[in-house]
């Protein structure tokens, strides 16, 4: 298996623009969860999905934020419009089991530099 | 709610020393707890896992883990450290919340540096 694959690794872009990332778990696992790391703030969980369901969306910053999951293998987190301030690496991890106390496995992140 | 403490930043251990990185955590119920590693650039990669058992556990690279409930800590320790072993490590608890569902909460991660 190929593991967690995120798209871009790398993006730049400028304010008020959209962006948008892309995420593929490992076939079988049926939760996703989205991450931000930040050096101020640590890692932050965003939003995690279970069956394809969001079922904590909490950390969500605010509205300029959302996540999408279609399908078992595929999940988005768009943000628009985009602020300096969103600039960090976006993780996504995804785990197998029906409750999710099993071990994440963590794509190799996006960084995102809004200018 | 439950939450995690990393109480160092940054730990300096000499190559062939042993090390301690500690973690101490709060949460309702049984814990799950979990150390997780990541090298520069890279996603967090698991190391180790406590759910029952046996209080000490031992996981990838030689390093292991005691769980002390009285103490409520879950420190990652190794006999002895390599240069290698230089990173960022996180500590991990999960436990049941309201509406049936596990969500791990992470600690702010300790840097480990082992000088030559």
């Known amino acids: 298996d190929a593991g967690v694959i995120q798209s871009p690794r790398h993006e730049v872009t400028e304010m008020g623009q959209e962006v948008t990332l892309r995420c593929k778990p490992i076939?079988?696992?049926?939760?996703l969860f989205w991450y931000r790391q930040t050096m101020m703030r640590g890692l932050e969980l965003l939003i995690y999905f279970n069956n394809n369901v969001p079922i904590d969306d909490s950390g969500m910053p605010e509205d300029r934020f959302s996540a999408k999951m279609p399908n078992a293998s595929f999940s988005t987190l768009k943000i628009q419009p985009s602020e300096p301030r969103d600039s960090a690496v976006y993780f996504c991890?995804?785990?197998?089991?029906?409750?999710?106390?099993?071990?994440?496995?963590f794509g190799p992140g996006t960084r995102l530099t809004v200018l | 709610a439950q939450s995690v403490a990393q109480p160092e930043d940054q730990v300096n251990v000499a190559e062939g020393n042993p090390l301690t990185v500690k973690c101490t955590y709060s949460?309702?119920?049984?814990?799950?707890l979990f150390w997780y590693v990541q090298y520069p650039n890279r996603g967090l990669q698991f190391l180790l896992k406590y759910i029952t058992g046996d209080n000490l556990v031992k996981g990838s690279y030689g390093f292991e883990a005691e769980f002390n409930k009285s103490q409520t800590s879950f420190h990652l320790k190794k006999p002895s450290a390599l240069v290698s072993d230089s990173a960022l490590y996180f500590c991990a608890v999960s436990a049941l919340r309201a509406g049936g569902s596990y969500i791990p909460t992470f600690g702010r991660g300790t840097s480990l540096i082992v000088h030559p």
């Open positions: 991890a995804s785990s197998g089991g029906r409750d999710s106390t099993d071990t994440q496995y």
């Open positions: 949460v309702s119920g049984n814990p799950y």
């Open positions: 076939s079988g696992h049926n939760s």
